[in-house]
């Protein structure tokens, strides 16, 4: 039996912390497809002893993390306007 798309994301975020970015090259996805798939992944583990932790996005010139939109990746920093700013990273624990 063949595994699907959300459940070989969720095996794979079982094993290690991966950004949506990470997740659509390797399962050769759009990031919004990966997007959706772990917001479902995340409400399917709502029944179990398993949750989807998110480290939210970073700027990694002043530090900001208060993003609007912990999954999305943001294009640039609302606090210093810098570009350097690190994806969200998802795991299931």
């Known amino acids: ?3 699907t798309t959300r459940e070989r994301i969720a095996d794979q975020l079982r094993g290690e912390s ?9 399962f050769e996805l759009s990031t919004a497809t990966v997007i ?6 995340a409400r399917s583990l709502d029944d179990t002893d398993e949750q989807l932790l998110v ?18 990746e943001p294009s640039r920093c609302p606090e210093c306007h810098s570009e350097n ?3 969200p990273v998802f795991r299931i624990e």
């Open 85 to 87: 700013v690190s994806p």
């Open 36 to 41: 959706d798939h772990v917001e479902h992944i």
């Open 1 to 3: 039996m063949q595994r």
């Open 55 to 72: 480290a939210p996005p970073t700027c990694k010139d002043c530090g900001f993390d208060g993003f609007d939109d912990r999954l999305n």
């Open 18 to 26: 991966l950004s949506a970015t990470a997740l659509a090259a390797a």
